[in-house]
């Protein structure tokens, strides 16, 4: 059951990629090596392995899965999504100028404008929608083009393709986020980006139980920098968390198919709510750039945004009076979670840049779950009434 050198489907890979029976037991799923060192038969003679901070051969084999997703040749796991974004940013220098795009995660542009911005580090936040925004944002100085794709929570897509021709021609790296569409709707290293960046506390683990992240790439001297810094830096996954997001990555691609049915739902029926002004989901014909979500998503997934009439008021109320969806932060997991922006995730946000990006009083965000979809539709219905 080695498939390290077959050519296997999605599916099949987050069952199978990077995972061996243990070979002393024969043990299907791979052990908990719940150690911190390894005995060597002599000084520098070992298997592999010297320290867990350096290498975990549980750790390996997520690493080895992940990377099968992200169709990556090297892959590398990390305490969290923000503990990998610290790894690659280290790779850089003061002095050195980064392209972000405007919504990007709150806890990253938290990272790069109070933490790495004391490293010397220049950032420009751009609306990537246009390209030209990009282009014109480039300088001498820059080396890197930070792209999330769908934004978080106006669900803006960017053209991952197109960015990373502009890259290339500018001689500039690009990294995309992919953790709202996982590895199973969404493949940016096939369309040209030289790192893939994931928070694994999403969609890959998918069951709201365990933090991690994970940084994907092909290019050896982007590895090598990222795997320097995942043992210097030392933010490194427990083995029992690699086990337990090892366990969630199995289901993702029946996962992902099921929220993205059920998404495709909610928001049709959002969409005809008379207590609904607006719907954003890349999977409606409505959305601004829902030909671009067709060509580069290979679904839609499980986020949806909506605005709620009757503004803070009545949002609240919707949040306060449903009963299957559970008011909490984070998505991705088998649970349908609702969220207000602007009070809860974006809080930390200042509100002029909220109201630049459209984070409106009665905005909505939904990570629709994998429950009944009737029993989702019920229970909205009774919290807008
Ligand atoms: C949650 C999240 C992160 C940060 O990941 P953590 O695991 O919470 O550190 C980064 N990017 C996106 C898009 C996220 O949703």
Redesign the pocket.
Not at 80 to 85: D, K, T, V, W
Not at 199 to 202: A, D
């Given at each position: 059951m080695n498939t390290s050198d077959m050519k296997i489907h999605p599916e099949t890979a987050a069952i199978h990629a990077g995972q061996i029976p243990d070979p002393t037991t024969g043990a299907i799923m791979t052990p908990i090596y719940q150690t911190s060192t390894y005995v060597q038969a002599g000084p520098g003679k070992h298997k592999g392995y010297e320290y867990s901070r350096t290498q975990n051969p549980t750790r390996s084999a997520l690493e080895g899965n992940l990377a099968a997703l992200e169709g990556a040749k090297f892959g590398l796991c990390f305490a969290?999504?923000?503990?990998?974004?610290t790894a690659v940013m280290l790779t850089y220098s003061a002095g050195d100028h980064f392209v972000v795009c405007d919504d990007v995660?709150g806890?990253?542009r938290r990272l790069f404008t109070r933490v790495l911005n004391k490293c010397g580090f220049e950032f420009t936040f751009v609306d990537m929608t246009k390209i030209e925004n990009i282009e014109k944002a480039i300088k001498p100085n820059t080396k890197l083009i930070w792209i999330?794709t769908p934004t978080?929570p106006t669900l803006k897509l960017i053209d991952i393709e197109a960015v990373t021709k502009l890259a290339k021609k500018k001689n500039l790296k690009t990294l995309v986020?992919n953790?709202?569409m996982s590895p199973y709707l969404q493949s940016p290293l096939q369309l040209g980006a030289d790192i893939v960046?994931h928070?694994?506390?999403?969609y890959i683990g998918g069951h709201s139980d365990v933090?991690?992240?994970f940084i994907g790439t092909s290019d050896e001297a982007i590895y090598q920098a990222v795997k320097f810094n995942q043992n210097s830096l030392g933010a490194v996954p427990a083995p029992m968390d690699c086990f337990l997001t090892m366990r969630g990555a199995k289901t993702l691609p029946v996962r992902m198919k099921q929220h993205s049915l059920n998404a495709m739902e909610i928001a049709k029926f959002l969409e005809k709510h008379p207590q609904v002004e607006k719907v954003i989901y890349p999977g409606l014909p409505s959305h601004p750039q829902y030909e671009l979500a067709k060509r580069q998503m290979k679904d839609s997934g499980g986020m949806i945004t909506f605005i709620a009439k009757g503004g803070l008021e009545k949002s609240r109320k919707v949040l306060e009076k449903v009963r299957i969806f559970a008011c909490a932060e984070?998505?991705g997991g088998v649970e349908s979670l609702i969220e207000h922006p602007a009070i809860m995730t974006h809080a930390s946000v200042p509100a002029e840049v909220k109201a630049e990006l459209g984070i409106a009083d009665g905005l909505i965000r939904i990570s629709v779950g994998i429950e009944n979809i009737e029993d989702l539709k019920a229970d909205l219905e009774q919290a807008l009434r």
């Open positions: 969290s999504g923000c503990g990998a974004s995660y806890g990253t999330e978080n986020d953790t709202f960046l928070s694994t506390t999403k933090v991690g992240g984070s998505l």
